[in-house]
């Protein structure tokens, strides 16, 4: 039984999270990590591994969204599953350091990845100085951890590169596409396009879309001529492009797999939000345009999870960030359908990472979302001004999403929200309460005790 101060320490813990409208654990008591409460209360203090789990544009509208439709109104998704959940704020910065309120994928990324908020439209580079910051990504590998990178995006899309590149502007992602960071190209002394970085940087696991990026020629430098998945290849990475090459993928060997020219296609389709509505539809659970054999995210997962359980992973751990990145995309393209689909499917690599943290406890697992977007649960008899849509669920009840963060025929916008954050294992009490996205950094590299 406990003792009476313990107890009086317990109690006055839980009744200030309480006060600050965060659930409160039983168990929780007090930690030594400046004062913050270790509401997990048994387990593991550091982890060894950590899946960090982004859902793009995966605001509380869009996951309600996708639990509505899906598992019911009082059902729960994987993803609310977790112990411990929390909020953090998404804002940019401008090149004097002042706020930003609404933020992009970049900017947002760079966040988490170094702990440092910087401008819209740049990767792990400062907002005034245009300097590189270190990663999350490369603190882990300077430490020996194994490292992997799963998107449904191009791997040189937003998300992905702030963790393996530093790029003055985000559309530098292939040797071609230069134009907007001059600095950065190879003839400059510069690190050269993001593809060519994140090659270079031998992640141990890359797996995702943009094979056209891939495929583009290097024009300067030790590569020059080969094509960057040539570049790859000589590097040392396997290169696979559908399920059946990455499930047949060897362990130990750096693996490069580009599932798509471009972004990877959604699972769903269905009519996008038009002006004064649609009639009631039922979303249709596949994609003409998604060729056979490009693997689920969470097939994804589950393979980067088995190739990271490497003799190097078990002696120093693993790093390893997953992103559902077309919730975002179809959110600006107010197509409920796609961006539903996209959310169920994201939230089954939640359930693969889940699994695998309830047979490993010194595993760190995080869900959160980079930014808020736009759409909005309406009622019925609402008359948006802008774009909806009327879905017919799973509970076979309508619901009505709304899409007004632009005028018709523009894309929808990100907002400014504050976006959930949930966790489990090592150190996941420090996402309680509202946070911030660059404290998501310090929490991982607290969790993995990097320097």
Known sequence: ???????????WGAAALLAAGVAVPAAAAASEDGGRPDVAGHGPKKAKNVILLIGDGMGDSEITLARDYTVGAAGRLNMDKFPMTGSYTTYAVDKNGRPDYVTDSAASATGWATGQKTVNG??????GTDKAVPTILELAQKK???????TTAELTDATPAALASHATDRSCQGPADMKACPNDTIAKGGPGSIAEQSVNHKVDVLLGGGKARFDQKITEGRYKGLTVTQQA??????VVTDAKGLKAAKPGTPLLGLFADGNVPVEWTGKNAAVGGTAAQRCVTSNPERKA???ALEEQTRRALALLDTPKAKKNGFFLQVEGASIDKRDHAADPCGQIGETAAFDRAVKVARDYAAKHPDTLVVT??????????VPL??????????????EGQQLKVNYSSNTPGKAQEHTGTQVRIAAQGPQAHRVLGLTDQTELFTTLRTALSLR
């Open 381 to 394: 008899e609402a008359n948006p001004p802008g774009l909806s849509s009327t879905l017919i669920t799973n």
């Open 122 to 127: 740049r990767l792990s580079k400062t907002p």
């Open 1 to 11: 039984m406990a003792s009476r101060p313990y107890r009086r320490r317990l109690a």
């Open 144 to 150: 020996g951890l194994a490292t992997g990178s799963v």
């Open 293 to 295: 054999g490009t693997p």
């Open 368 to 377: 959160t979302a980079d930014h808020g977007h736009t759409s909005q649960i």
């Open 233 to 238: 290849e000589k590097l040392g990475y396997q």
